[in-house]
């Protein structure tokens, strides 16, 4: 009896060491490959926010803050606003001109007026002068006096403007065999700025009187 005890205890035995043994080499490989996988990693190798369970932030859409409601202007200050863009403009147009200043050769029969003393600066403020002189009111010796002043500016400004015309007609050939522009525009456009003010002339004058064109 004991003998048969003995052999039923030998044989449950077995199939616990068999167990163990199947175990103990699926652990150890486990073990190896985790020890093995940080080394298959270069030496530099830095992980990444994702690996780490990390995320970027996102940033806003729009990438400023929303703006918050505006104050209504007062009265004054549109009116401060209407007047800083007028004079804005004002300045603009000095300085640069508009539409019928634009082309090269606009620049050049400006530069033909500016670089010269004309006649026609003189034209509206000898016209003032004529027309109080020829006031019935006045002596005949005024009024003679003021019928010619008023005769010799106009001689005057017609003198000036051919002597402006030619020259503006000679460098335009020269300078721009191929120019579009049409000549007679093109005196009118300098005769015009030629009988106002240096001070008042638009786009401002950019050469000096005397200046070689």
């Known amino acids: 009896m ?21 175990a103990d080499p699926d652990s150890s490989a486990t073990v190896v490959a985790t020890e093995e996988q940080p080394s298959a990693r270069p030496r530099g190798y ?10 970027t932030p996102k940033r806003p859409v729009g990438g ?21 863009a007028r004079a804005e403009a004002a ?23 500016d670089s010269r003393r004309t006649v026609g600066t003189w034209f509206f403020g000898g016209a003032l002068i004529v027309l109080i002189g020829s ?26 403007s051919i002597l402006i015309s030619r020259k503006i007609k000679k460098l335009v050939r020269e300078r721009f065999p191929n120019s579009g522009e049409r000549m007679g525009s093109l005196y009118l456009y300098a005769i015009m700025r ?11 004058p950019q ?3 005397g200046d070689k064109i």
């Open 135 to 160: 006031n019935q009111a006045m002596p005949p010796a005024i009024r003679l006096a003021s019928n010619i002043v008023w005769g010799a500016l106009a001689l005057g400004v017609v003198i000036d």
């Open 2 to 22: 004991c003998t048969g005890r003995r052999r039923l205890a030998t044989l449950h035995l077995v199939p616990s060491l068999f167990r163990r043994k199947s």
């Open 64 to 84: 400023r803050r929303p703006a918050g409601p505006t104050k209504p202007l007062t009265k004054e200050e549109a009116r401060e606003q209407r007047r800083l």
């Open 46 to 55: 830095t992980p990444s926010k994702k690996e780490l369970g990390l995320q």
């Open 194 to 204: 030629s009988i106002t003010f240096r001070r008042m002339r638009a786009p401002a």
């Open 91 to 113: 300045a603009e147009f000095r300085r640069e001109g508009g539409p019928r200043d634009r082309g090269p050769e606009r620049l050049l029969a400006r530069n033909v007026v």
């Open 207 to 209: 050469v000096n009187i």
